[in-house]
């Protein structure tokens, strides 16, 4: 029997393609300022995908993004500066000798950034499975104000509220979207699988899932995990990307985004994570101009008015969301349009 490749399998083989031949041209023939936004776009596209498994496909009202994120950019930072590096830069206290000591390759420092966030997920799944729904979103948050909170009250570590800097700048366009295109393969196949199913079988109904003998908090635990893994890879990446990273950034202005992004997008879609961080992320660095002092048909001129790209942007959101109430794609996929297409014609 021959290897015969379906029709959608031919349609993902050239979605990956042309966003690979994207990745490619962007590094080599967009400039600086354009490749720093489609890095962010990536590394945010990461994290997105993420949350989305955790908060959108299993219906875990989960608020910690911000927290494994700093796990992972704290531990990327530690094994991608060295003993000098270190030294020099940490003013408040002397760091701890295991701390000078820690040294690995960009390969593997992400690896581990990912490896520890989801460590730390799995410990942290056995007190917070116990609640659900709003007493679960509490518990979480609590989690992300304790991360960052550690960060700073630990200097001989993490420099405290002076940050780490100098970080090596490995972060470029084949590092960030090759990753993400990594994890949205990933999040892809784990919401198609078994599990994926047994996920959103505990978003629609927890009590019926457990009735049909699922294992939820085990299939709650693998989501948690895996969505902390991927957060924390980004942490890293994010850490590579900006070479300074301190406590202030891991705020939960940095979930709120992600939250933002999410539910615009679709609670439970892939697709629409991805729409969903291209429009937050691009759309409010396009917007930049509206900061700015502007000449409107050559008759009004207005005065530089700093955070009015933020005020229309909001805007534009609640009209957004007035009229997709489940955000833009819903709990749809892409593949989900084309059947959608076939079935019609």
């Known amino acids: 029997m021959g290897f015969i490749i379906k029709k959608d399998q031919w349609i993902n083989l050239a979605i990956v393609a042309a966003t690979l031949w994207f990745i490619w041209f962007a ?54 500066l060295d003993a000098d590096a270190k030294e020099y830069q940490y003013d408040i206290e002397s760091p701890y000798p295991w701390v000078l000591a820690l040294q690995a390759n960009f390969v593997w420092a992400l690896f581990f950034a990912g490896t520890f966030s989801a460590l730390l997920a799995l410990a942290l799944s056995f007190p917070v499975f116990r609640v659900r729904g709003d007493y679960l979103a509490i518990v979480t948050l609590g989690f992300g104000f304790i991360i960052r909170i550690l960060a700073i009250n630990n200097p001989e570590i993490t420099n405290g509220s002076l940050g780490l800097n100098d970080i090596p700048e490995f972060s470029n366009l084949y590092w960030t979207g090759g990753v993400a295109l990594l994890a949205v393969i990933a ?25 049909m003998g699922v294992n939820t908090f085990k ?26 990273i301190s406590p202030d950034l891991f705020t939960f202005f940095l979930t709120f985004q992600l939250l933002i992004i999410i539910v615009l997008g679709g609670l439970g879609s892939t697709t629409g994570a991805i729409i969903g961080t291209v429009l937050v992320m691009g759309g409010s660095e396009w917007m930049r101009f509206l900061d700015e002092p502007m000449n409107i048909f050559g008759i009004v001129e207005t005065p530089a008015m700093p955070g009015m790209r933020m005020v229309v942007f909001s805007i534009i959101l609640i009209f957004v969301m007035l009229f997709a109430r489940e955000g833009i794609m819903g709990k749809r996929e892409l593949k989900d349009l084309f059947k959608k297409k076939r079935g019609e014609s």
Do not use: W
């Open 27 to 80: 590094q080599t023939h967009l400039d600086e300022y354009t490749v720093r936004i489609l890095n962010n776009i990536a590394i945010f596209i990461i994290l997105a995908v993420s949350y989305n498994l955790i908060n959108g496909v299993t219906g875990q009202f989960s608020l910690e993004p911000n927290g494994f994120v700093a796990i992972g950019a704290y531990v990327a930072a530690l094994l991608l």
């Open 187 to 211: 999040i892809l196949n784990i919401v198609d699988s078994k599990f994926g199913r047994a996920m959103k079988a505990i978003r629609d109904d927890e009590d019926a899932a457990i009735a």
């Open 219 to 244: 299939i709650k635990t693998m989501a948690f995990c895996t969505s902390a893994f991927l957060e924390g890879v980004g942490g890293g990446l994010l850490a590579a990307l900006l070479t300074s």
